[in-house]
């Protein structure tokens, strides 16, 4: 009888700990995404409404995408200051049309980049390949003393690394050579909205300037 009664008890003993464990672990992910969040916010060179605006679009557009195509195709949207570039498979060259006349429509969108490929689904084995590149991608980018990581946006498709973000020409080449010579990368397409050196210098925060050594602090 004893037998009967301590297993239950060490069951739910377990799951307990279990619970308590994921939930302890899911604080400081949770913490640290919100202070990640805050940081791409303030180091995107995109406005604040230019952000919102890509957020809006893209699942607007993914869901008249969804209700149009339904599962015939895999079309991935990304926007990035209104700029939507379309990537995946699609059976028919018709579909692929329908795709980007969808995504034209719709609202605060300025222009389609139309990459989806007439073909048949790419396999998991292929997209988590393709996610694997992209990672080696953005390593790239942070270790690149001389960029900002968080001016780029990277998207990987059967090989393929799309690169997109507000940058100036220098920015942009450094970045193309970085990415070509990553490992899995078989090209390399550029969709950048180009800024001059001005423009980014105005973008970049203003360093405070040192206080004297000898300064009065200031009468409150």
């Known amino acids: 009888m004893r037998r009967v009664l301590f297993k239950p008890l060490v ?6 700990a279990l619970l308590l464990t994921s939930l302890t672990a899911c604080v400081p992910l949770l913490i640290g995404g ?6 791409l916010m303030a180091t995107d ?3 604040s409404g230019a952000q919102l605006e890509d957020e809006g679009i893209a699942l607007r557009g993914a869901s008249r995408i969804r209700s149009n195509l ?13 700029q939507v570039l379309l990537t995946g498979e699609v ?15 719709v609202e605060n969108v300025t222009s389609v980049v139309n990459e989806v490929v007439v073909a048949a689904n790419s396999s998991l084995t292929q997209r988590s ?20 990581s968080n001016a ?9 690394t799309y690169l997109m973000g507000r940058v100036t020409q220098r920015e942009a080449d450094r970045a193309t050579n970085l990415v070509r010579s990553t490992s899995g990368v078989q090209k390399v397409v550029r969709i950048f909205d180009i800024i001059s050196e001005d423009e980014l210098a105005r973008m970049l925060p203003t360093p405070a ?6 300064a009065t602090p200031a009468a409150k």
């Open 11 to 16: 069951l739910s003993f377990c799951a307990a």
């Open 152 to 160: 780029f946006k990277v998207v990987t498709e059967r090989g393929t």
């Open 45 to 47: 060179r995109r406005t």
């Open 209 to 214: 300037k040192p206080q004297p050594a000898n």
């Open 91 to 105: 059976p028919t060259a018709q579909d692929k049309q329908l795709v980007e006349q969808i995504v034209s429509r």
């Open 70 to 82: 339904g599962e015939r195709g895999h079309v991935n949207l990304t926007s990035y200051n209104r």
């Open 34 to 39: 919100a202070a990640a969040g805050g940081t």
């Open 129 to 148: 390949s393709d996610l694997l590149i992209s990672g080696r991608v953005k390593a790239q980018l942070i270790d690149a003393p001389d960029l900002f």
